[in-house]
């Protein structure tokens, strides 16, 4: 099964997951692209019961991406419940996408901290391992991969298209719908201990005026800088803007570079915060939350270009 599954890897491991998935199945497009129609780009800060704050340039969880991603499609993914052991033959045939914990797997920010279900696709299943991709070929003991899946049971529960996947919309309309969506999550109302678009942002700025520990500083610059920050995502939504307007010869604007500014100002954010963790000089803080203010401007305009694109199209 991995010699015929497409193993390109990508910025992103819940894209180039599904991404993948669907080229096995017919449908090739980009990473760039489709996250650009889920809508997928924006901003949220969660803070967990320990206090610490989890930056994302993404505007939603996995969970709610596989929702937006089931949407897209006449049908909706079958779930089915299968008994593994007296499956094995069966499930080496296809491959099928699944939830998994990333409390278990070792590459995980996660790893041994924190429940967080990811989708993979499923590969291969022997008495002794577990194949299957995530950004990449991996393995697990079969075991483990008892506990990453939940099936203590012995019942696993996959994710397929019952026949060929059929888009349930023309992509010039679920562009639009993915322009509209990325706007409105930026302008959403945070609630509970979730800070969303603006508001995370400013909370972004005032998390560094008041952080004065290396311990705090550091992950907040690891955070924007990964892949799903907010450097990656918003040269991810500049490449889309320029696929678009490739697909239609549009001419003239500039929204795919004020995200590609936007990209770059927030990787020099990021490097400064670097910097800042190692030497905590006041200067360089204030240079710094200067930055981050800029940048919050540069959002709201390059968003409201967004907008202004999608009305066009």
């Given at each position: 099964?991995?010699?015929?599954?497409?193993?390109?890897?990508?910025?992103?491991?819940?894209?180039?997951?599904?991404?993948?998935?669907?080229?096995?199945?017919?449908?090739?497009?980009?990473?760039?692209?489709?996250?650009?129609?889920?809508?997928?780009?924006?901003?949220?800060?969660?803070?967990?019961?320990?206090?610490?704050?989890?930056?994302?340039?993404?505007?939603?969880?996995?969970?709610?991406?596989?929702?937006?991603?089931?949407?897209?499609?006449?049908?909706?993914?079958?779930?089915?419940?299968?008994?593994?052991?007296?499956?094995?033959?069966?499930?080496?045939?296809?491959?099928?996408?699944?939830?998994?914990?990333?409390?278990?797997?070792?590459?995980?920010?996660?790893?041994?901290?924190?429940?967080?279900?990811?989708?993979?696709?499923?590969?291969?299943?022997?008495?002794?391992?577990?194949?299957?991709?995530?950004?990449?070929?991996?393995?697990?003991?079969?075991?483990?991969?008892?506990?990453?899946?939940?099936?203590?049971?012995?019942?696993?529960?996959?994710?397929?298209?019952?026949?060929?996947?059929?888009?349930?919309?023309?992509?010039?309309?679920?562009?639009?719908?993915?322009?509209?969506?990325?706007?409105?999550?930026?302008?959403?109302?945070?609630?509970?201990?979730?800070?969303?678009?603006?508001?995370?942002?400013?909370?972004?700025?005032?998390?560094?005026?008041?952080?004065?520990?290396?311990?705090?500083?550091?992950?907040?610059?690891?955070?924007?800088?990964?892949?799903?920050?907010?450097?990656?995502?918003?040269?991810?939504?500049?490449?889309?803007?320029?696929?678009?307007?490739?697909?239609?010869?549009?001419?003239?604007?500039?929204?795919?570079?004020?995200?590609?500014?936007?990209?770059?100002?927030?990787?020099?954010?990021?490097?400064?915060?670097?910097?800042?963790?190692?030497?905590?000089?006041?200067?360089?803080?204030?240079?710094?939350?200067?930055?981050?203010?800029?940048a919050v401007q540069s959002e709201r305009k390059a968003f409201a270009g967004l907008e202004q694109l999608a009305t066009r199209l």
């Open positions: 099964m991995t010699d015929n599954f497409q193993q390109d890897t990508r910025n992103f491991c819940f894209l180039a997951n599904v991404r993948n998935y669907l080229q096995f199945h017919g449908l090739n497009v980009s990473e760039d692209w489709l996250g650009g129609i889920l809508g997928l780009v924006g901003f949220r800060i969660n803070q967990d019961v320990r206090g610490a704050d989890y930056l994302f340039g993404f505007n939603g969880d996995f969970q709610e991406l596989f929702i937006r991603f089931e949407a897209l499609f006449t049908h909706k993914l079958t779930r089915i419940d299968v008994p593994v052991i007296q499956n094995l033959e069966k499930m080496r045939r296809t491959p099928y996408l699944i939830w998994v914990n990333d409390f278990y797997l070792e590459y995980s920010p996660n790893y041994g901290v924190k429940d967080c279900g990811r989708i993979v696709v499923f590969l291969h299943l022997s008495e002794e391992r577990f194949t299957y991709y995530d950004n990449g070929i991996r393995e697990l003991d079969t075991d483990i991969f008892a506990k990453a899946a939940g099936f203590g049971d012995g019942l696993v529960t996959l994710y397929t298209f019952d026949g060929l996947p059929v888009w349930k919309e023309d992509r010039y309309l679920m562009e639009r719908r993915g322009l509209l969506g990325a706007v409105k999550h930026m302008n959403m109302t945070s609630h509970g201990d979730m800070l969303l678009g603006y508001d995370g942002l400013n909370k972004l700025c005032e998390t560094i005026r008041t952080h004065t520990g290396e311990e705090q500083i550091y992950p907040i610059y690891f955070q924007l800088q990964r892949p799903g920050g907010l450097a990656q995502s918003r040269l991810l939504m500049s490449r889309f803007i320029a696929e678009i307007k490739r697909e239609r010869d549009i001419y003239g604007d500039s929204e795919d570079e004020e995200f590609h500014d936007l990209s770059e100002q927030w990787r020099m954010i990021a490097n400064l915060l670097f910097k800042l963790s190692h030497t905590m000089e006041e200067d360089l803080r204030a240079r710094i939350i200067e930055r981050v203010m800029h």
